[in-house]
């Protein structure tokens, strides 16, 4: 079955410093792998993926990941944090099952102090 | 603005009392999707639809319907709510259902729900 992990449930960070926030996904054939974003009270927002070509991902914000098929990982990453950064992270891997759905990790909370 | 509309933001209900929260897209959006989103669970699919008419159950369907006759327009229903359908729900959607993961998502705002 597809799954993915997010072992961390909290990553603190002093600003400016670079951040990594980790992912590991188990799937069936080549992964679609997402990383989402959910500002305080509001809705997830997609800031990168996935789908093949270059491990190394650019997405919004300044983020990027790092796709690593032989570790099985997709982690999040950010040279230099900002304050506004600190959010709730979801990384996230399409099903084999279905072309449509999304399978969501449990979620990273993201800390950045000033 | 391209956006998923949700309504309310907020409710509070009692036991048994059905209630039904909206979702809208302006997008002519093909697939919908709700998920529930619990701490430590991340967000679990509870229905989906590829299109008008076409609905079909996600993880955790149980105690939840929701109907698609509209393209925009995709509510879910809960007919006798029970306290552990407290949580924070999403709606999706995204341009095509063939697709949809290739191109991610768009969610809207989030319904918090409370039902005492």
């Known amino acids: 079955a597809q799954s993915v992990a997010q072992p961390e449930d909290q990553v603190n960070v002093a600003e400016g410093n670079p951040l990594t926030v980790k992912c590991t996904y188990s799937v069936s054939g080549n992964p679609y792998l997402f990383w989402y974003v959910q500002y305080p009270n509001r809705g997830l927002q997609f800031l990168l993926k996935?789908?093949?070509?270059?491990?190394l991902v650019k997405g919004s914000y300044g983020f990027e990941a790092e796709f690593n098929k032989s570790q099985t990982s997709f982690h999040l990453k950010k040279p230099s944090a900002l304050v506004s950064d600190s959010a709730l992270y979801f990384c996230a891997v399409r099903a084999y099952s279905s072309a449509s759905k999304i399978i969501f990790g449990s979620g990273t909370r993201l800390s950045i102090r000033p | 603005e391209a956006q998923v509309t949700q309504n309310p933001r907020y409710l509070i209900t009692v036991t048994g009392k059905k209630l039904t929260v909206t979702c809208s897209q302006n997008m002519n959006h093909e697939y919908m999707s709700w998920y529930r989103q619990d701490p430590g669970l991340g967000l679990r699919q509870i229905y989906y639809s590829m299109n008008v008419e076409v609905t079909d159950k996600g993880d955790v369907p149980e105690g939840y319907k929701v109907s698609r006759k509209e393209k925009r327009n995709f509510p879910l229903i809960l007919e006798s709510p029970s306290p552990n359908q407290t949580s924070l729900y999403f709606c999706a959607s995204s341009p095509d259902s063939g697709t949809a993961a290739f191109y991610g998502y768009t969610f809207g705002s989030g319904t918090r729900l409370t039902v005492v």
């Open positions: 996935y789908i093949t070509g270059d491990n």
